[in-house]
């Protein structure tokens, strides 16, 4: 008799209880953590804040490191194409902003800024026309190839500012508003500290909170047209050609074009997250944009989840927080930080927050499993076939031979 396999009750996780919200509560949610996330530098929360670090910096830190993981994420989770050498673009911004505003030109941040997008998103076409041809490996290795390219041209460039870099950039344009003041929490209970304020759209040298702002903005902005984009007829050609690239092509799809539109559209982003950088340090030179830079991004996609948007938020989170939280320990937090990593690596190897489609081929792998293994066990207790020993021992032909 076989026994009966009790199902098991399904737990329902956070991604559906989303799902399940109401349109309104949906955007409430998502409208009280982009205030939250406006109000981290003036919460200031002791337990968040990493000690001895202005956490305005911190943050800026993090949401150009969020901004260039969303660039990122559609080459590497939406194309599927291996990119080790983001940190070009990111360089390429930065230095279109540079030269416009310090090096050869005087014009204002706001006026460079369309100018490094155009130059970046026309070195990610540059890039892809000849190398999207070959994939895999190869592909990783042109990538690794081209920022190394672009660090050693801007060391061997005079006109690019050289190895000393490029100083005196334009910031980005202040209209003062209104003053903001900052919680202090140094006697255990948070008082509003009068004295310590932040100028609302002042984009000053001390003042790092209004470069947070600003950064944040660019990410919510890049977040909602990224929603738009993996939505459209656009996405789900990405998406064939990630699953199946040769099928995909079978199928009508201009592979080559679309791979060559996700490179664009990652420099793109990769432009924008230099200028911010360029605008908020007033100096750049070579030497800030290492391969190290590039091993960290492709880091905060695959460590968050490579394909889903909130995840390599998280992963970006991860990356770039974590050291900062970790100065504490010295020459210990790179440890740290690299054991940690490793440890998200062995127990998480999809990522923090994998996408939908590879949580569904996980749990359809575990049901074919499970189903496997229930059939193999029902097999096991199948009825007598009537070929084994009969009830006194004896096998069926000695039988029938005593008969005869």
């Known amino acids: 008799m076989s026994s009966q396999v009790r199902p098991r009750r399904r737990r329902i996780g956070l991604r559906e209880r989303m799902r399940m919200m109401p349109r309104w509560g949906q955007i409430l949610l998502l409208v009280a953590l982009a205030l939250f996330c406006y109000a981290l530098p003036l919460l200031n929360p002791p337990f968040i804040s990493p000690p001895g670090t202005d956490f305005s910096g911190v943050l800026f830190t993090v949401a150009v490191y969020a901004l260039i993981a969303l660039g990122l994420n559609i080459v590497v989770g939406y194309a599927g194409l291996l990119d080790l050498g983001y940190v070009g673009f990111y360089a390429i911004g930065a230095y279109t902003v540079g030269i416009l505003t310090s090096e050869h030109a005087t014009w204002t941040w706001l006026a460079s800024l369309p100018a490094a997008i155009v130059i970046t998103m026309l070195s990610g076409v540059l890039l892809g026309w000849p190398t999207l041809r070959v994939r895999g490996d190869y592909l990783a290795i042109v990538t690794l190839g081209f920022g190394e390219i672009v660090r050693l041209n801007l060391i061997n460039q005079e006109w690019l500012g050289g190895a000393p870099g490029i100083s005196g950039i334009a910031r980005p344009p202040s209209i003062p508003l209104f003053e903001l003041p900052h919680l202090d929490w140094s006697t255990g209970v948070p008082l509003v500290d009068l004295d310590n304020t932040s100028t609302f759209l002042v984009f000053g040298v001390l003042d790092i909170t209004p ?78 944009f290492t391969l190290l830079l590039s091993i960290l991004f492709i880091s905060a996609v695959v460590v968050g989840g490579q394909g889903n948007r909130w995840g390599v938020l998280l992963g970006a989170i991860v990356v770039a927080y974590l050291p900062e939280r970790f100065r504490g320990f010295e020459q210990w937090r790179v440890l740290v930080f690299g054991i940690a990593l490793v440890v998200l690596a062995t127990y998480r190897p999809q990522g923090l927050l994998p996408p939908r489609r590879t949580v569904r081929a996980q749990k359809m792998e575990e049901e074919i499993e499970a189903l496997e293994t229930s059939d193999v066990a029902v097999a096991g207790e199948g009825p007598d076939t009537g070929d084994g020993p009969d009830a006194d021992g004896a096998p069926p032909e000695e039988k029938g031979a005593g008969r005869g």
């Open 211 to 288: 470069y947070y702002w600003l950064a944040l903005t660019f990410v919510i902005l890049i977040m909602l047209a990224d929603r738009r984009v993996k939505n459209s007829r656009v996405g789900r050609a990405w998406e064939a050609t990630r699953e199946d690239e040769d099928a995909a092509e079978l199928m009508g799809v201009p592979t080559f074009r679309f791979k060559l539109l996700a490179f664009a559209l990652g420099a793109f982003v990769g432009g924008i997250a230099g200028a911010l950088f360029a605008g908020r340090q007033g100096f750049i030179n070579p030497e800030t």
